[in-house]
């Protein structure tokens, strides 16, 4: 089945730091990809939309500048948290819309990535 | 408020046994609901999907209702198994890509 890949698993770094979070969809071609922040006990929630060649879209309320998001390829998006404090500690998980499966827009699935486990000391 | 809101919090069920987890949601338009299940520290997993015309699925020992009408579902797991111990979330789609994530439900199952 299709497979979404993230790297790394799991960072613990200093305040300050930037820190760099790879997606890549191993077998399908991703045109879309999204990345959620998951507090622990709650919801996923969506900070952005990464679409290939193109600006991404964020989510009310997350800034862009904090968190740079690079769609370069169909296969790879990259997720870069600027400058991290403790409070963006946090489980991020990215996900990938498989467009060659089939269905129509929000019928098409979307396949997860493992997470990435930032801890900010 | 969230809307897609998910019962109970957490539960603990011995193995063999059965469960069921609800899934309420004011999501509109509606396009599909999915359920999937999260185990713990790793991404989340497709267990079902279901447009408006299905009111049941399943996967293995997984099955899935839903009613359109009252906007509720269901997750039924059947012969509950060790590895059946994991987080499972309802998310339903309104339409586009955007997805609404329930907080889910904490599943414990103990030998």
């Known amino acids: 089945g299709a497979v979404v890949s993230q790297h790394p698993s799991r960072v613990i770094c200093k305040s300050g730091t930037s820190v760099k979070i790879e997606c890549r969809s191993l077998?399908?071609?991703?045109?879309?990809m999204f990345w959620y922040r998951q507090f622990p006990k709650q919801s996923l929630m969506l900070m952005a939309t990464s679409n290939e060649g193109s600006k991404a879209t964020y989510e009310q309320g997350v800034e862009k500048d904090k968190f740079l998001i690079n769609h370069a390829s169909l296969t790879l998006s990259t997720l870069t948290v600027t400058s991290a404090h403790p409070e963006d500690s946090s489980f991020y998980i990215c996900?990938?819309?498989?467009?060659?499966?089939?269905?129509?827009?929000?019928?098409?699935?979307?396949?997860f990535g493992d997470g990435t486990r930032l801890s900010i000391l | 408020k969230n809307q897609v809101e998910q019962s109970p919090q957490s539960l603990i069920i011995l193995e063999g046994k059965n469960c069921t987890l609800q899934?309420?949601?004011?999501?509109?338009?509606?396009?599909?609901l999915r359920w999937y299940k999260q185990d713990t520290g790793r991404g989340p997993v497709s267990l079902t999907i279901m447009t408006f015309s299905e009111n049941t699925k399943s996967n293995g020992r997984y099955t899935a209702t839903l009613d359109a009408d009252t906007k509720q579902s269901s997750l039924h797991i059947t012969a509950s198994q060790l590895s059946d111990s994991a987080s499972y979330i309802c998310v339903v789609s309104g339409g586009d890509y955007k997805l609404s994530f329930g907080a889910g439900t904490t599943v414990t199952v103990r030998a």
């Open positions: 996900s990938a819309r498989d467009r060659a499966t089939g269905g129509e827009g929000s019928n098409q699935p979307q396949h």
């Open positions: 899934c309420n949601y004011t999501v509109s338009p509606f396009s599909n």
């Open positions: 077998d399908f071609q991703a045109t879309t």
